[in-house]
C-alpha cells in the first residue's frame, strides 16, 4: 500500500492525527502477519479498530475520549445513534459492526488457545487483516465520495482488498520464504532469523537456501556473507546476531512494501 497516498486520500475527511495511527497500525499489522507472528498481528488490529473509531467519531463533529476513557463500545453505539440519513450507513452501522468484531478478537487474543485444539491465533489473525482491509478500504471510498478523479483512489482500494498471505510458510521443520525478488543472503539471514534464539546447523542452511531456488554454490557464499552476523558454537551450529536480526527485518520490510 502507498502509505502517503492514502494519507492524502483519507485526510480530506478525517483528522490527519487518526488517519496517521491507523495507516501506521493497518501497516504495522501486515508485517506481523506476513512474519507468522499472529498474536502481535491481533494487537495491531486491536490498535488500528482504535485509531479508526475515533477518526469517525471525530468525523462526525464528536470528541473521542481519551487514554483509558476510551471505550470501543461508548463510540460504536454513538455512531450507530446517529440519525438515520445524516451519515453514510457505513459509518453509523458497517465500520463500527466489523470493529466491534476485530475488537472482540484482539481483547480475547491467546486467551482461547487450548493445548489440545488447534491454536485459533493464526485463523484469528486471518480474519483480522482481512475485515481491517475491507474498514480501510471503505474509509477511502468514503473520503473520496464526489470526487471527480476516483482512478488513484480505486487503484489503492483494490490493493486493499486483495488477499494477504504470510511471507514465511513451514512445512514438517522445512522453510520456504515467498519473497518477490529474494538472494541466497535475504533467504539465510531470514532462515536464521526464523530459528532465533536458536540454532541452526551449517548443512540445514545450506539446505534452505537450495529448496527456495537457488544452487549449493551460492549457498555456500550466502552463508560466508554473513558469517560476522552470526555466533558458531564451533560445531557449524550458527545462531544469529543482533545485527543480522536488524537486517532480516529491513529485508522483511523492503519486501512487505
Not at 463510540?75 to 468484531?101: H, K, T, V
Not at 485459533?120 to 471527480?148: F, M
Not at 536488524?246 to 519486501?255: A, F, I, M, P
Request: hydrophobic share 40%.
Amino acid at each position: 500500500m502507498a502509505r502517503d497516498q492514502a494519507q492524502t486520500l483519507l485526510t480530506e475527511a478525517f483528522p490527519n492525527k487518526h488517519v496517521n495511527a491507523l495507516l501506521r497500525h493497518f501497516s504495522g499489522m501486515v508485517h506481523e502477519f506476513q512474519k507468522g507472528k499472529w498474536e502481535d498481528c491481533i494487537a495491531r488490529a486491536g490498535k488500528f479498530v482504535e485509531a479508526v473509531l475515533k477518526a469517525m467519531f471525530a468525523h462526525v463533529a464528536k470528541t473521542p475520549p481519551r487514554g483509558r476513557r476510551f471505550k470501543a463500545d461508548l463510540i460504536i453505539n454513538g455512531l450507530a445513534q446517529l440519525p438515520d440519513g445524516s451519515y453514510d450507513d457505513s459509518i453509523r452501522l458497517m465500520i463500527p459492526r466489523a470493529c466491534r468484531f476485530i475488537y472482540d478478537i484482539a481483547s480475547n487474543r491467546g486467551g482461547r488457545h487450548d493445548p489440545d485444539e488447534i491454536d485459533p491465533n493464526e485463523i484469528d489473525a486471518t480474519v483480522a487483516v482481512s475485515n481491517c482491509s475491507w474498514i480501510l478500504a471503505e474509509l477511502i471510498r468514503i473520503a473520496q465520495k464526489g470526487s471527480t478523479d476516483l482512478g488513484a483512489a480505486k487503484k489503492l482500494v483494490d490493493s486493499l482488498v486483495e488477499k494477504k498471505y504470510p511471507l514465511f510458510e513451514e512445512v514438517n521443520g522445512r522453510m520456504y520464504f515467498h519473497l518477490k525478488k529474494k538472494t541466497a543472503t535475504e533467504v539465510a539471514l531470514l532462515a536464521l532469523a526464523r530459528r532465533y534464539p536458536g540454532r541452526i546447523t551449517k548443512q540445514e542452511l545450506i539446505d534452505t537456501i537450495k529448496r527456495n531456488g537457488f544452487k549449493e554454490s551460492n549457498a555456500r557464499k550466502a552463508i560466508k556473507r554473513v558469517t560476522h552476523l552470526v555466533d558458531n558454537d564451533g560445531n557449524d551450529r550458527l545462531r544469529v546476531l543482533l545485527p543480522g536480526l536488524r537486517k532480516s527485518e529491513q529485508v522483511l520490510q523492503e519486501k512487505s512494501q
